[in-house]
C-alpha cells in the first residue's frame, strides 16, 4: 500500500503539486501551474492529463479506462518499454513490454521557472527479469509547463549490451477525426499494419478515413497535428526517436476494444514518439538512451 502522506510530505509542492489515491486504488498526482495542469498515475508514470489554462485538453483519455493493476491506462501517455507492441518473440509477454504496467517510484519533485518537474524510476527485479532478461534503472522525467516535456532515459547496467524498442505512445484529443491533418512525415517510408505491415512511403500529409496504424521508420523530425475543429495545431517534436506511429483505431477495433468507447476514436489520434520495428535501440554495456519528446500547442 502506497503511503500518500508520505508522498506529500517528501514531494508534495504547496499549490503545486499533490499526491491523492486513485481508482482501483492507484495513486495519482495533481500538478498545477500558472500555464496548465496535469494529472500524473504513478501506475505506469502515465501522464493521463494536459491542459493549459482555458484550452481544451491536449492528451485524450478514455471514459471506459481501466484503472487495474495488470492492465494499462487506455489514453494520456503510455510508456511503451523495452518493445514496443508484440514482444519480437513470445506473444504471450504483455503488449508494448511491461513499463507501462508496474507502479513506478518518485525520485524528486522541483520548481523550474514557471514549470513543475517530476522524475519517476523504474528498477530491474525479479518480476520484470522474468519477462526480459536484462537489468536496467529508468528514469522518466515529465515537465509541465507552456509545453509538455517527457524523456525516457534507460540506463544498461549489464556488462551486456540491450537492444530494446519504446514509444512515448500519446493519445491526442481532437476535436473530430475527420477533421484533421498529421503532417511532418511526407516522404517517409512507414510499414502499414493495415495491410499486413507492408513497406510504402508517405505521400503528401496524413488524413483519416479509415482504420490507420503506421509505423514510420527513420524519421526524426517533428510532426504536427492541424485541429480544424478545435482550431489549433499541436507540434510534436521529439529526441532519441527515428520512429513516429501514428494510429487511430477508427469504428470496428474501437468496438472490439473493451477500454474503447464505441465512438471515443472520433476524437483522438495517436502520434507516438517512438523507436519500433526496424528502428532498434542498442544500448551498450553501462550506457544510456534517451527518448525525447516535446508537445506544443501553436
Ligand atoms: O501504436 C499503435 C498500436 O500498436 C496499435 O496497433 C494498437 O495495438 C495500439 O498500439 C494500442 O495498443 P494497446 O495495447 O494499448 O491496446
Known amino acids: 500500500m502506497i503511503d500518500i502522506q508520505a508522498l506529500n510530505d ?4 504547496h499549490g503545486h503539486l499533490v499526491f ?28 493521463m ?17 481501466f484503472f487495474e493493476p495488470g492492465k494499462p491506462i487506455r489514453g494520456g501517455i503510455p510508456v511503451c518499454w523495452p518493445w514496443f507492441s508484440a514482444h519480437p518473440r513470445d506473444h504471450a509477454k504483455p503488449l508494448h513490454g511491461f513499463a507501462r504496467l508496474r507502479m513506478w517510484t518518485m525520485l524528486s519533485s522541483t520548481v523550474v521557472d514557471d514549470a513543475v518537474e517530476i522524475r519517476l524510476g523504474l528498477l530491474a527485479d525479479e518480476g520484470s527479469r522474468s519477462l526480459w532478461p536484462h537489468g536496467f534503472q529508468v528514469q522518466y522525467t515529465v515537465t509541465v509547463g507552456p509545453t509538455l516535456k517527457t524523456e525516457l532515459l534507460v540506463m544498461n547496467t549489464d556488462a551486456s549490451e540491450m537492444q530494446c524498442t519504446a514509444a512515448l505512445h500519446t493519445y491526442f484529443n481532437v476535436g473530430s477525426i475527420r477533421d484533421v491533418v498529421v503532417s511532418g512525415l511526407d516522404g517517409v517510408e512507414y510499414l502499414d499494419k493495415m495491410d499486413g505491415g507492408t513497406r510504402k512511403r508517405q505521400e503528401g500529409d496524413i488524413t483519416f478515413d479509415r482504420e490507420t496504424d503506421r509505423i514510420y521508420l527513420d524519421t526524426t523530425g517533428a510532426c504536427s497535428i492541424e485541429d480544424k475543429k478545435f482550431r489549433r495545431t499541436i507540434r510534436v517534436e521529439k529526441t532519441g526517436s527515428r520512429s513516429t506511429v501514428v494510429w487511430n483505431p477508427w469504428i470496428l477495433k474501437s468496438k472490439k476494444t473493451q477500454d474503447f468507447g464505441d465512438t471515443e476514436y472520433e476524437t483522438m489520434v495517436c502520434v507516438e514518439t517512438a523507436n519500433a520495428a526496424d528502428d532498434i535501440v542498442t544500448i551498450p554495456p553501462f550506457g544510456s538512451h534517451r527518448l525525447g519528446s516535446t508537445i506544443v500547442i501553436e
Do not use: N
Not at 517528501?10 to 509542492?13: E, L, N, P, S, T
Open 10 to 13: 517528501r514531494f508534495g509542492i
Open 20 to 47: 491523492k489515491d486513485g481508482t482501483g486504488g492507484l495513486p495519482f498526482l495533481e500538478i498545477q501551474t500558472k500555464h496548465a495542469e496535469a494529472v500524473v498515475s504513478l501506475y505506469g508514470a502515465h501522464v
Open 49 to 65: 492529463k494536459y491542459v493549459r489554462r482555458g484550452e481544451k485538453p491536449v492528451l485524450w483519455m478514455s471514459k471506459c479506462s
